[in-house]
Structure formats: structure tokens, C-alpha cells
């Protein structure tokens, strides 16, 4: 089940259960805040091999590219709340840099997980005002002390020239198809040479950079009401199907289950 709470801007949740469902390479613009409570899961994030089990936690960055997948043959059950990154700076009213992450992604830490169920149970339940929000800045306050002073990494000052022509090319025809062979001239590098650096430098292949953004641009619409026909239409995706197959694979929920929220 996916939620995005009432009157609580920045926040949304997922529930879940995977036993066969496994998550294509993407990325979130918020932070990710996950407890497995069933099973064990395991995903690859910026370049490394993680394993989340059973009481685990894991949190991830903002753009943070990672899978995920059973790691166990009865499959894993989790909790996700996704945090605007705005959300951590504003709630703590400081005069300093946007936080980071720590150094690890899984770990283990019962007051952080036992606060982030009473959030998830506070949004699960339809719960409003002040209780809600204080179960949020609960789970909120009890991540603080995995995280550290910002500001994050400029990827984009070491980037190759040519990565960011792509990428730029990619955000402008996000919803247009776009060739490898046109791309390449875009950048100004041979087909091989792109991809190896766009993956390099991104953690993506340019058609999944560019898969990201239209399913970004689909929850959006659909948050907003419009019906997943014409998302499709209007996210370049071949039809509905094929957004239901792709949106499925990188938000965990279809396009249906997601625009009931």
C-alpha cells in the first residue's frame, strides 16, 4: 500500500511485501528510511552489496541508486517512509548545511525502528494533526543521529563535459524518444564510450536515466488526479501496460494503487 498523508507535505510511505518483484536500478529524490519486518532483502546502492534482514534498517540519500530483491526464498516484508530532503532541514530550524547520510547504509537500532512503526502506524491508521505530525518528528528526531553535516558531494564538478550534454539532451526530450546514435553526437562520444561514462558517473545507462525521469513526471500526474491512460500517453510509454510493467518495477506499487493514495 502506498500513502501520502493529509496535511503532512514531504512525506509518503510505502508497505510492502516481495517474494518474485524486484526493483530495476533507480533513484529517489527523497530520503529513503526503510525497516524490514519479514524476511531479508538485498539490493546493490551506489556500487556496493547490501543485505537488510528481519529488525534491520536501511537508509538511503537523496539520488541514491539502488535495486532491490528477496535475498531469502519466502521473500521480504518492509516499511519505507520517503522524506523530503527539505523536510530534515526545516523541522530542525538550523543554520547549517543539509544533512547526509552516515557512513552505513544497514544497521541496526531499536529506538529508530521502533519510532518509525509508530509513524508508519499513525499514517496507516488515517491519523491527523498533531498526532500524526508528532509521530513523524519522532521517527524523524530518532534518525538524526545516523546522519551527518552536509553538504553532499558536487558530482557535478568532477562530471565528464560530455555526461552533462546527455544528461541535459535526456532532461529536455525526457518524453521523446531519443537514439543512442543521436545521444552519442549530443555528448560527442562514440556509443560505447557514453554509456560506459554516463553509467560512471550517474550509476545509470542513459535509457534508465531517462526511464526515471518519465516515471517521475508520471507520479506527479497521477498525484494530481490525471487517469494512467493518459500518463502513459504523456510520459512516453508505449501504452498503459507498459507503465504499469515499468512504474510497478521502480515504485513497488502500480500507477492504480498509487493514485488511490
Known sequence: MYFRPAGLAGVEALHARFVEHAYMPHSHPTWTVAVVQHGAARFEVDATRQRADRGEL???EPEAVHTGMAAVPEGWAYKVLY???ALLHDWDERDR?????????????RGLRDSLLRAHDAIESGRVGLELDEAVLGAVEA??????PGPAPDRDGCEHAAVRRARAHLVEQWDQP?????LSSVAGLSRFELVRRFRRHTGLTPHTFQTNLRIGHARDMLARGDAAARVA?????AD???LTRTFKRAVGVTPARFAAA
Open 58 to 60: 536501511f537508509v538511503l
Open 83 to 85: 522524506l523530503d530532503p
Open 97 to 109: 548545511p543539509a544533512p547526509r547520510a552516515a557512513r552505513w547504509v544497514v544497521f541496526r537500532d
Open 143 to 148: 534518525l538524526r543521529p545516523h546522519l551527518r
Open 178 to 182: 531519443v537514439s543512442l546514435a543521436a
Open 233 to 237: 500517453a504523456q510520459c512516453g510509454f
Open 240 to 242: 498503459q501496460p507498459h
